[in-house]
């Protein structure tokens, strides 16, 4: 019995040890990635873009097309739903999440053409670049970097084909929300 304990007691230390490990490599990918993300330049992002279109065709045989934006969304989406793959595609040995930064170029291209969104400097606070989707005269800003990231460490599988389904519509979403909000005309 004293035996049995003392290999259950082991496996359950080994078993912390190795989920802690796992927290603490996710947050330093994760932060490395960060660091990537700012010191993209504007003029990087077409390269960036390209690269993705180029390592999903040679990597995974699929087709991402700018001028075809429900299969390229859905090309994007089913792969970072899988993003094991995706890492070691684009992986470089300064940086093993190195894919965020062509998928986030790429997501970011496919809207800036599709919702007429334009990129520019983001705030200080989060680095790197926005993309700035026209609503009502005002922008609603959108974060195509991060929002891979954040897809990663905790999204669900399809929360990106949302996500780019939502932001090309944000102006008829408005359209929508204001018609609700109209009173009747028998009141």
Request: glycine residues 8%; charged residues 25%.
């Amino acid at each position: 019995m004293f035996w049995l304990a003392i290999v259950l007691g082991g496996a359950a230390a080994l078993f912390v040890v190795v989920m802690v490990a796992g927290v603490l490599h996710m947050r330093h990918s994760v932060r490395t990635a960060e660091a990537a993300i700012e010191a993209v330049g504007r003029d990087e992002i077409p390269g960036l873009r390209d690269e993705c279109v180029r390592v999903f065709r040679e990597a995974f045989g699929e087709t991402l097309d700018l001028d075809d934006f429900e299969a390229s969304a859905q090309v994007l989406s089913g792969r970072l739903d899988q993003s094991e793959s995706l890492k070691k595609a684009f992986a470089r040995d300064d940086c093993y999440w190195h894919f965020v930064l062509p998928v986030g170029a790429f997501l970011g291209e496919l809207l800036r053409v599709h919702a007429n969104g334009s990129w520019r400097e983001a705030p200080e606070d989060v680095g790197g670049f926005e993309l700035a989707i026209p609503v009502r005269g005002e922008y609603a800003q959108t974060f195509p970097f991060h929002k891979v990231i954040k897809h990663v460490t905790m999204g669900d599988p399809g929360d990106v084909y949302a996500y780019l389904m939502s932001s090309r519509q944000l102006e008829k979403v408005f359209e929508r929300l204001e018609e609700q909000d109209a009173p009747d005309a028998e009141d």
